[in-house]
Every structure is written in C-alpha cells, then in structure tokens.
Nanobody
Framework: QVQLVESGGGLGQPGGALRLSCLASGFIFNTYAMSWYRQAPGKEREFVAS????????NYAVSVKGRFTISRDNAKNTVYLQMNSLKPEDTAVYYCSGVRGTLRSWGQGTQVTVSS
C-alpha cells in the first residue's frame, strides 16, 4: 500500500525558511518521480516542484524558482522541499506526490502559513 506522509509544515515568517519532508512507503521509491504541489484557500492545487528518480532533473514553478529547492534521499525513501525567502503568498497546504507512468499517489498534506 502506497503511503506518503508529509511533515515539517507550520508557521513561517516572511523572509524565513521551512523544510518539508515526505516519507514514502509501500513502493519502490527510486522508481518514482516525486513532486510537491500546493493548494491555497479558494484556489486550485498547483505544481510547485518535481525531481526525477535519481535526482538529476529538477523542475520548478516560476513563483518559487530561486527560493525553493527540491531534493531526495533514496536511501531514506524521503523527498524534501527547502523553502527559503518565504512570502505570505506561499501560504497553502503542501502535498507530496509520487508518479510512475500513469500511477500517481498523494500524501495527506501539511499546512504552511507565512505570516508575521
């Protein structure tokens, strides 16, 4: 059974940093590309960042490029999202997602709130 469990959310200060983690289980982690998405109140879920199976290919939304960094540790079955220079508009529920072919799985999400 595929499970993705996010952690590390919470309250962040504008200009500050948070690091999200997503622990995967129930599948062969290094065969899945991993992504982070987010959904702000009243808005649709949007892509944030993705990383290929071995970590060699990264992709970012324009809104977070240069501020956020996605990485993965295949030995620990974990994908990370380092979020720097936080802005109030980064406030959202952040979801981890794994995809292999047509199979996509989602975590339950973790709330990130950026406010002073």
């Amino acid at each position: 059974q595929v499970q993705l469990v996010e952690s590390g959310g919470g309250l962040g200060q504008p200009g500050g940093a948070l690091r999200l983690s997503c622990l995967a289980s129930g599948f062969i982690f290094n065969t899945y590309a991993m992504s982070w998405y987010r959904q702000a109140p009243g808005k649709e879920r949007e892509f944030v960042a993705s990383i290929s199976t071995a970590g060699g290919y990264l992709n970012y939304a324009v809104s977070v490029k240069g501020r956020f960094t996605i990485s993965r540790d295949n030995a620990k079955n974990t994908v990370y999202l380092q979020m720097n220079s936080l802005k109030p508009e980064d406030t959202a529920v952040y979801y981890c997602s794994g995809v292999r072919g047509t199979l996509r799985s989602w975590g339950q999400g973790t709330q990130v709130t950026v406010s002073s």
